[in-house]
């Protein structure tokens, strides 16, 4: 028994189709935070609990707040932007069932589409990320960029996940703003300190390694978009970091 969850904010194109490829799931949760869209309505109609909770910039509290509704052990984790594959959904049933007591989580290949292209290189090329798991065996962490600790053995999924993130450049701007202030927040609670140089050449250091080392230019354009919005977040977090400071 699986329970899918969706942690969404005014994502009403893109929930629609992720929850169609849920219902697999013996039980499917949606945690809302005060979406002004038809977010909602979706997921009622697609036959979701949904429960209405403020964020609080705090996205593993979220998570973990949302586990606590879980009926079922296992629990998958699934963005709005993401789809999962009917390959995917039946290994992760099979998986889940057979190694009940063997594994307590599972790694999932994540696929980017990028503006209508496959991304295989770069930031998000050999993505692999724990989203299926026992839900008595790990926390989540972080207030941004979360991760789950799972305690015990884990495997890993062959079919992927996809992801189709940031609908245009205007989408890709607005969430890395979003997201550099909550990590710059995080950063600065933790008591970490910037100076010019970091500002200046961690971004610079960022696209190097993505664009040429990680080969992102092999995806094109979109491989150099990618690349220079993740610099310019980069910047973004330790510029508004420094202002904290």
């Known amino acids: 028994m699986i329970t899918g969850i969706v942690i969404v904010k005014n994502q009403e194109d893109q929930l629609a189709k992720c929850l169609q490829a849920l219902s697999f799931c013996d039980e499917l949760i949606v945690i809302d935070d005060n979406s002004t869209d038809n977010s909602v309505k979706v997921a009622e109609k697609a036959g ?3 429960y209405k909770r403020k964020l609080e910039k705090d996205f ?4 973990n707040w949302a586990m ?5 052990e296992w629990i998958l984790f699934v963005d709005a932007d993401e789809i999962v594959t009917p390959e995917l959904a039946t290994e992760l049933y099979q998986q889940a069932t057979q190694f009940l007591t063997e594994l307590n989580g599972f790694y999932i290949k994540r696929v ?3 503006w209508g292209r496959k991304v295989r290189f770069g930031d998000a090329g050999n ?3 724990l989203r299926l798991a026992k839900k008595t065996k790990g926390k989540w962490r972080g207030k941004v960029h979360e991760v789950w600790e799972v305690l015990g053995e884990k495997g890993t999924l062959k079919s992927p996940l996809y992801h189709y993130p940031h609908p245009s450049v205007h ?3 607005k969430e890395i703003n979003y997201y550099s ?3 710059s927040q995080e950063l600065f609670d933790k008591k970490i300190s910037v100076n010019f140089f970091s500002i200046i050449f961690y971004p610079l250091g960022k696209f190097v390694i993505n664009y040429f080392f990680k080969l992102g230019f092999l995806d094109g354009t979109a ?8 610099a310019f977040y980069s910047f973004l977090v330790r510029g508004k970091l420094w202002q904290l400071q």
């Open 68 to 72: 606590e509704k879980a009926k079922n």
């Open 112 to 114: 980017d589409y990028l």
């Open 181 to 183: 202030n909550l990590r």
């Open 171 to 173: 989408d890709f701007l």
């Open 48 to 50: 979701a609990r949904v």
């Open 127 to 129: 993505t692999k990320i």
């Open 223 to 230: 491989g150099m978009i990618s690349a220079l919005m993740m």
């Open 60 to 63: 593993s509290t979220q998570r």
